[in-house]
């Protein structure tokens, strides 16, 4: 099954950063992280690079990860580039200062393996940077005329899955606002029906995390 961001109309509805928000919120992303000069990160799940990108041009040591050739082909024009898997990441263990992961973590199977994953290559108190769906009134699914987005954990399963995979919620921002415009956008785009969307059971948010062990 093709997930959502392959859809044909996708990035045109929605842009090359493909998620709620945008680039403008990729870059609030980044600059809540405090990466120096010279730190090692990851971009995991990168498509096309902007966030890879965005921590190239701050002098940050940044390496994209996708398993989309199509996608690794365009994060290469802006960075170095690695293809992988988020359950088996080809990078030692505690080699990494941090980590960013745009609209991929709850996409996973199994967040919690991929948690433990990221853990693993970061260094103790390595930050991990997300941004991503959460649920509502018990959340449910978000139908699209392709497929179909997993239900998203509400805020408290989200703090103790964070927990689980070895990780300790240090901030977190709701940007709900920008997920009722990227549906709008994807409405008018014809990539959903106005029927299949609904935002009043979903949002969008922001998290900070450190790396509570260096090794899982």
Request: with cysteine.
């Amino acid at each position: 099954m093709a997930l959502p961001y392959e859809h044909p109309l996708w990035s045109t509805a929605l842009g090359e950063s493909l998620h709620p928000g945008g680039e403008s919120l990729s870059r609030r992303l980044v600059e809540l992280c405090s990466f120096r000069k010279g730190d090692h990160v990851l971009d995991a799940g990168c498509g096309p690079g902007v966030t890879l990108g965005i921590l190239i041009e701050m002098g940050v040591d940044a390496v994209g990860l996708d398993t989309s050739c199509h996608f690794l082909e365009m994060a290469a024009e802006r960075g170095p580039v690695v293809k992988g898997e988020l359950l088996s990441l080809p990078f030692g263990d505690g080699s990494l200062d941090g980590a960013v992961a745009e609209c991929v973590l709850f996409l996973q199977d199994d967040v919690t393996r991929v948690l433990r994953e990221l853990s693993r290559v970061l260094k103790k108190d390595g930050l991990l940077a997300v941004t991503d769906l959460f649920g509502k009134e018990g959340g449910g699914s978000l139908k699209e005329g392709h497929g179909r987005v997993r239900r998203a954990p509400d805020l408290g399963e989200i703090e103790a899955i964070f927990h689980e995979g070895g990780f300790r919620v240090e901030t977190f921002e709701d940007h709900s606002c920008f997920l009722r415009e990227c549906a709008a956008k994807l409405v008018w785009a014809g990539v959903m029906e106005g029927r299949e969307v609904r935002c009043s059971t979903r949002g969008y948010g922001l998290w900070l995390a450190k790396n509570r062990n260096k090794f899982l």
